[in-house]
């Protein structure tokens, strides 16, 4: 009858030009009657990506430049179809049959990421006018559009499998005999594979910037932020997916702080509760109206937007985000609705890059949206690179300390010792349902260093005291995550296996003498000093001296500050002097949770602000309430600490803000 009835009850007839076009995951949800209604056609996938590459490559060959002949343009056009028809195939036959991606990716997918590369190699700068070179560079193209979404999937690197079997079966060009296939790029003087590591630029590392605005390049940040450049100037969405803590925002923040002056991008943080509604806002914000139905960024400016988390948000009944449907209607048609004019809205100049983990939300997004980025799965970096990494901070740090220091080369023995217990602590604390927050990874071990690059020439004069600071913060980062008593002895006797490993010339005595505690205000309250305090004593001199002065301008808190209350006050008041530094406190109740933050505020001369929750508090209060405090933090450059507890959380969604 081509009536369409709402669930309102309203009723819309469908007119004789009008159908409905439906894919088998949208009928999951349909009454058999529909199913039964709908002609069904089954559209062969490998049909569909020959027919994708056939038409590339005629554009390509129509659009080629004026001064190429015809005979040129034919001969070129034909040696893309002969490497076309030689590697695609076989090889995606091989993926189906023999590995794994970290998310579903099609065919055509593949397809379609190969010939984007293609466009940013096969220029005359590289190739020239003939076709001799075109296989080197399409083989370099063509592992990264099949193997690139390769990673350790369930304890299989397939991507070193995917490196061996390409090197097996495909001899025509040879990638050098070490390393993976990923490992090389394409050097456009010579026409020959060279390694990545050879062109990663050295940066020097000053301590008055902070660690979080500053990446460094390894070889595997600068195979993906070349890729990355490869993809931007044509608007091809790209999209890094890895686990949590492997460095996916890291990359894409240093890419963006790079971009030139006709670049601006905006980030967007998808959580639980973003929808369609949410969505489009953040999208529309940086935007300004132009002629007609359409909006673009200020000027003659290129937007990016960075879609962080992408698969974070709650799916509906039908298992569906509206986020995401919204996305793919932007990504693949390049115009919006205004929902309330009902009206198009074309949003000129924008393209996006996206960060997912494969492990959280949803797990995976619509494969209608996926097919349209090229995918980059990002593993966990590998010892030389964090070695590369760290090193930079910390030699950058160090080199204005004691001369001891300097010559004793302790920058790379901290790092070494570092490297050792990361890889031991992951290993011995695993996740289980009990403990779901034994995980560590990238984060933990910036923590560490970031707790390092606080200790500053004037306390820090000998190497003894670099090794104890960084026992010091490597037991707040890791030690104070564990929850039983048990678990620390075992993390404690992990250090100093390594310490004695690592730090052979200093006594153990001395290295592990308790009790082990660096504070800000070693030197008094106020001080702003790091460094270790010898004893109990003075530390309880000091915080006594705090909290009485607390109580005179502050309702009055009668505390008994025993060891552990005052090892609680120094962890918390760490935490809040670091930059971006953000503590849960886990404890039953009435335990000091709360009393003990307060005092370390104090301590650290933040002020201390709590929302009064009521029976019409809501969302929009918290906002108000948050408003005020970024106005006072951000604008009167004041220190504040927000104190929240599990009691006040009236709504879920104030999580999210």
């Given at each position: 009858?081509?009536?369409?009835?709402?669930?309102?009850?309203?009723?819309?007839?469908?007119?004789?030009?009008?159908?409905?076009?439906?894919?088998?995951?949208?009928?999951?949800?349909?009454?058999?009657?529909?199913?039964?209604?709908?002609?069904?056609?089954?559209?062969?996938?490998?049909?569909?990506?020959?027919?994708?590459?056939?038409?590339?490559?005629?554009?390509?060959?129509?659009?080629?430049?004026?001064?190429?002949?015809?005979?040129?343009?034919?001969?070129?056009?034909?040696?893309?179809?002969?490497?076309?028809?030689?590697?695609?195939?076989?090889?995606?036959?091989?993926?189906?049959?023999?590995?794994?991606?970290?998310?579903?990716?099609?065919?055509?997918?593949?397809?379609?990421?190969?010939?984007?590369?293609?466009?940013?190699?096969?220029?005359?700068?590289?190739?020239?006018?003939?076709?001799?070179?075109?296989?080197?560079?399409?083989?370099?193209?063509?592992?990264?559009?099949?193997?690139?979404?390769?990673?350790?999937?369930?304890?299989?690197?397939?991507?070193?499998?995917?490196?061996?079997?390409?090197?097996?079966?495909?001899?025509?060009?040879?990638?050098?005999?070490?390393?993976?296939?990923?490992?090389?790029?394409?050097?456009?003087?010579?026409?020959?594979?060279?390694?990545?590591?050879?062109?990663?630029?050295?940066?020097?590392?000053?301590?008055?910037?902070?660690?979080?605005?500053?990446?460094?390049?390894?070889?595997?940040?600068?195979?993906?932020?070349?890729?990355?450049?490869?993809?931007?100037?044509?608007?091809?969405?790209?999209?890094?997916?890895?686990?949590?803590?492997?460095?996916?925002?890291?990359?894409?923040?240093?890419?963006l702080r790079n971009l030139g002056e006709e670049y601006m991008s905006t980030t967007v943080n998808i959580n639980y509760y973003t929808n369609s509604t949410l969505f489009l806002r953040v999208l529309e914000g940086p935007l300004e109206?132009?002629?007609?139905?359409?909006?673009?960024?200020?000027?003659?400016?290129?937007?990016?937007?960075?879609?962080?988390?992408?698969?974070?948000?709650?799916?509906?009944?039908?298992?569906?985000?509206?986020?995401?449907?919204?996305?793919?209607?932007?990504?693949?048609?390049?115009?919006?609705?205004?929902?309330?004019?009902?009206?198009?809205?074309?949003?000129?100049?924008?393209?996006?890059?996206?960060?997912?983990?494969?492990?959280?939300?949803?797990?995976?997004?619509?494969?209608?949206?996926?097919?349209?980025?090229?995918?980059?799965?990002?593993?966990?970096?590998?010892?030389?690179?964090?070695?590369?990494?760290?090193?930079?901070?910390?030699?950058?740090?160090?080199?204005?300390?004691?001369?001891?220091?300097?010559?004793?080369?302790?920058?790379?023995?901290?790092?070494?010792?570092?490297?050792?217990?990361?890889?031991?602590?992951?290993?011995?604390?695993?996740?289980?349902?009990?403990?779901?927050?034994?995980?560590?990874?990238?984060?933990?071990?910036?923590?560490?260093?970031?707790?390092?690059?606080?200790?500053?020439?004037?306390?820090?004069?000998?190497?003894?005291?670099?090794?104890?600071?960084?026992?010091?913060?490597?037991?707040?980062?890791?030690?104070?995550?564990?929850?039983?008593?048990?678990?620390?002895?075992?993390?404690?006797?992990?250090?100093?296996?390594?310490?004695?490993?690592?730090?052979?010339?200093?006594?153990?005595?001395?290295?592990?003498?308790?009790?082990?505690?660096?504070?800000?205000?070693?030197?008094?309250?106020?001080?702003?000093?790091?460094?270790?305090?010898?004893?109990?004593?003075?530390?309880?001199?000091?915080?006594?001296?705090?909290?009485?002065?607390?109580?005179?301008?502050?309702?009055?808190?009668?505390?008994?500050?025993?060891?552990?209350?005052?090892?609680?006050?120094?962890?918390?008041?760490?935490?809040?002097?670091?930059?971006?530094?953000?503590?849960?406190?886990?404890?039953?109740?009435?335990?000091?949770?709360?009393?003990?933050?307060?005092?370390?505020?104090?301590?650290?001369?933040?002020?201390?602000?709590?929302?009064?929750?009521?029976?019409?508090?809501?969302?929009?209060?918290?906002?108000?309430?948050?408003?005020?405090?970024?106005?006072?933090?951000?604008?009167?450059?004041?220190?504040?600490?927000?104190?929240?507890?599990?009691?006040?959380?009236?709504?879920?969604?104030?999580?999210?803000?």
């Amino acid at each position: 009858n081509r009536l369409l009835t709402l669930a309102s009850n309203e009723r819309i007839r469908l007119l004789g030009h009008m159908r409905l076009i439906f894919e088998i995951r949208d009928l999951a949800y349909a009454s058999p009657a529909t199913v039964t209604r709908a002609g069904i056609l089954f559209i062969s996938e490998m049909r569909q990506w020959k027919n994708f590459v056939k038409s590339w490559i005629e554009n390509r060959r129509d659009a080629e430049a004026a001064n190429v002949t015809a005979e040129q343009r034919e001969a070129r056009a034909a040696k893309l179809a002969e490497l076309f028809d030689k590697y695609c195939e076989v090889t995606m036959l091989e993926i189906f049959k023999s590995f794994k991606t970290v998310v579903p990716i099609l065919d055509f997918n593949m397809a379609q990421t190969l010939c984007c590369f293609l466009e940013g190699l096969l220029t005359e700068e590289n190739v020239g006018r003939d076709e001799s070179k075109f296989e080197i560079y399409f083989v370099y193209a063509a592992v990264w559009a099949f193997g690139s979404a390769m990673s350790v999937t369930s304890g299989v690197d397939y991507r070193k499998r995917f490196s061996i079997w390409w090197k097996e079966n495909w001899k025509t060009i040879k990638f050098p005999h070490r390393g993976e296939v990923f490992d090389y790029y394409v050097d456009p003087k010579k026409a020959e594979f060279a390694a990545w590591a050879e062109i990663v630029p050295d940066i020097t590392y000053s301590s008055t910037t902070p660690m979080s605005a500053v990446t460094v390049p390894t070889g595997e940040t600068v195979a993906i932020t070349f890729w990355l450049d490869n993809l931007m100037p044509r608007k091809h969405p790209a999209m890094l997916v890895g686990n949590a803590g492997c460095g996916k925002t890291a990359i894409i923040n240093g890419k963006l702080r790079n971009l030139g002056e006709e670049y601006m991008s905006t980030t967007v943080n998808i959580n639980y509760y973003t929808n369609s509604t949410l969505f489009l806002r953040v999208l529309e914000g940086p935007l300004e109206k132009k002629a007609g139905k359409n909006y673009g960024p200020p000027g003659s400016k290129k937007l990016i937007y960075f879609v962080d988390d992408l698969n974070m948000a709650a799916l509906d009944k039908y298992n569906t985000a509206s986020n995401i449907s919204l996305m793919r209607q932007h990504l693949a048609y390049g115009h919006v609705y205004d929902m309330t004019k009902l009206t198009q809205k074309v949003l000129l100049n924008t393209q996006y890059l996206a960060a997912m983990n494969p492990t959280a939300g949803s797990f995976v997004v619509n494969p209608r949206l996926q097919r349209l980025f090229a995918t980059f799965a990002v593993g966990f970096p590998g010892a030389e690179a964090l070695t590369t990494i760290y090193s930079t901070f910390l030699n950058g740090h160090l080199s204005n300390f004691a001369k001891e220091i300097v010559e004793e080369e302790m920058g790379k023995k901290v790092v070494q010792a570092a490297l050792q217990l990361h890889r031991k602590v992951a290993s011995t604390f695993r996740k289980t349902a009990q403990n779901f927050h034994y995980e560590f990874n990238i984060r933990h071990m910036a923590g560490v260093f970031q707790g390092i690059l606080m200790g500053k020439n004037e306390q820090i004069v000998e190497p003894l005291q670099l090794a104890q600071l960084w026992l010091h913060e490597s037991e707040r980062v890791y030690g104070d995550r564990l929850v039983s008593p048990q678990d620390l002895k075992k993390y404690k006797d992990l250090a100093a296996e390594v310490a004695k490993k690592i730090f052979k010339e200093m006594s153990p005595t001395s290295l592990m003498a308790e009790p082990l505690i660096f504070v800000h205000f070693a030197h008094g309250i106020g001080e702003k000093q790091y460094d270790r305090l010898p004893n109990f004593g003075e530390l309880s001199t000091l915080l006594t001296q705090a909290l009485s002065e607390y109580n005179e301008t502050n309702a009055v808190m009668e505390l008994v500050l025993f060891e552990d209350a005052m090892r609680h006050v120094c962890r918390v008041s760490r935490i809040i002097e670091s930059p971006g530094g953000h503590a849960l406190l886990v404890g039953v109740g009435g335990s000091g949770k709360q009393s003990l933050s307060k005092l370390a505020s104090y301590v650290s001369g933040f002020g201390l602000r709590q929302v009064v929750i009521s029976a019409t508090y809501g969302v929009n209060e918290l906002k108000a309430d948050l408003q005020a405090m970024y106005r006072k933090s951000g604008l009167k450059a004041e220190g504040l600490v927000f104190l929240f507890t599990d009691q006040q959380i009236a709504d879920e969604r104030f999580l999210v803000y």
